[in-house]
Every structure is written in C-alpha cells, then in structure tokens.
C-alpha cells in the first residue's frame, strides 16, 4: 500500500491517504479526498512511505478519490469567492450575536453541500441562535468548528522574526 501526504487548501493541515498504484500522482497535483466534514481538495505534498498489506488493517487511513481535472481546478477560485464571501456575511452575523466569537475562515466542500466556519474563543460559546441565523441566511448546511489560536496562525500564514514565515 502507497501512502502520500496531502495537505489540505484551507486549514493548511497535513493528512497521510493511501493510493491506487494505477494513478500516478506528483508533488502539487490536486487531488479530491473523502474526509469526515465531506468531500474535500488537498494537495499532494509527496509519497510518504510504502507499507505492507499486512498492517493495513492497523491502519484507519482513507483512500484518495481522483485526481482533479484542469476544468475542476478552475473552479477552485470561483469556490474561493463564494466562500470568502460568506465569511463576510457570517462575520456580521457573528459580529452582532456573538462578539466573543472570532470568526477566522470559511470555506466550502467541493460538491458546495456544507459551509464550514472555523473560530476561535477564548471561553465556551452557545452559538445555537447563531447557527439558526446563519442557516437561514445560506440555506444549506453549516457547521462551526473551534481551532486552536495556533492552527489560527498557521491557516492565515502568520510571520514571526525577520519577516519569517511560522510553521506550526
């Protein structure tokens, strides 16, 4: 079994997935995935390792779906836009039901079902008024997620000392 490294658009997250031996996949291919929030497009950051059949069963790794086509990749920007702009909207939502909240990006899964926001907050939040609310605003599924002040840094590519960019 095959397995590669793929780095995910948004959260700029790194994810090991097995591989069908008939693809040829190389470093920077698109690549569309099934994860837990849906079907999502990472990136293909290298070959990792090859490992035996026999401790696949070890493993819970998931397999890549496909490669993206060139008209797929296009569409990527216009997912972009759409996202970036219902961040803004959901940011004013936030703004006025939640202020605690602070709302850091949004972004869609390919097949454009579900709007995922990702926050950060210093304390616990109820933000069911606010997921009522936004529901109705976008009409499709949305759900919130809490990330760490460090994942913040790593997803907005903070910069520390000397104009050098934070790995996290």
Do not use: H
Request: hydrophobic residues 35%; positive net charge.
């Amino acid at each position: 079994m095959n397995i590669i490294n793929i780095k995910f658009r948004k959260t700029k997250k790194v994810y090991p997935f097995m591989i069908n031996e008939t693809e040829n996949y190389k470093k920077g291919d698109y690549v569309l995935v099934d994860t837990i929030r849906g079907e999502q497009i990472g990136i293909v950051l290298g070959v990792a390792l090859n490992k035996e059949n026999s401790e696949q069963n070890d493993l819970k790794i998931r397999e890549v779906k496909r490669k993206l086509s060139k008209k797929e990749i296009e569409k990527l920007s216009e997912l972009d836009k759409k996202a970036d702009d219902a961040y803004f909207k959901c940011k004013k939502i936030v703004k006025k039901l939640l202020p605690e909240m602070n709302l850091v990006i949004g972004e869609y899964t390919f097949d454009e079902s579900k709007l995922i926001f990702y926050f950060t907050a210093n304390n616990r939040l109820d933000f069911r008024e606010l997921v009522k609310e936004v529901n109705k605003t976008f009409k499709k599924r949305v759900e919130f997620y809490q990330i760490k002040t460090n994942d913040e840094g790593r997803i907005l590519s903070a910069f520390g000392k000397y104009g050098r960019e934070i790995y996290w």
